[in-house]
């Protein structure tokens, strides 16, 4: 799929994770370059939750992972996937101790609302950010 220069309302887009190491530098630039158009401060709130997100599906779960950001006229959703079905998280914890677990936190105060969707095999992990 071609990847428009600036994601125009009702538009969606996909990127695909490396397998193994994150390029969450090259996830960012792709997300920031759709989303160039916006404030700044929308701008890098959508690319905190995208960082956030993907961290969280390498960190927790098994791949493919892959990243979609859809725009809208009020809002951009961010969704994320992986391959670990089993594993939903849960605000605020961590099963990596106690010094970690506050990324959905963030999620969730920078988001309208997210949640979480299982599909066969795996599960996305989604956020909405207002414009």
Request: one cysteine or more; hydrophobic letters at 40%; a negative charge.
């Amino acid at each position: 799929m071609d990847t428009p220069e600036v994601l125009n309302a009702s538009a969606r887009t996909l990127h695909t994770l490396p397998e193994h190491e994150p390029d969450l530098a090259g996830m960012r630039a792709w997300v920031g370059t759709l989303l160039q158009d916006l404030h700044e401060d929308v701008r890098l709130d959508v690319l905190l939750v995208c960082t956030e997100l993907a961290s969280n599906a390498y960190e927790h779960a098994e791949g493919p992972r892959a990243v979609r950001v859809q725009r809208h006229t009020d809002f951009i959703r961010v969704e994320v996937d992986d391959h670990t079905p089993a594993e939903l998280p849960h605000l605020g914890e961590s099963r990596l101790g106690d010094a970690r677990g506050r990324g959905l936190i963030l999620v969730a105060q920078l988001s309208r609302c997210w949640g979480t969707r299982e599909f066969t095999g795996g599960k996305t992990i989604w956020a909405e950010i207002v414009i």
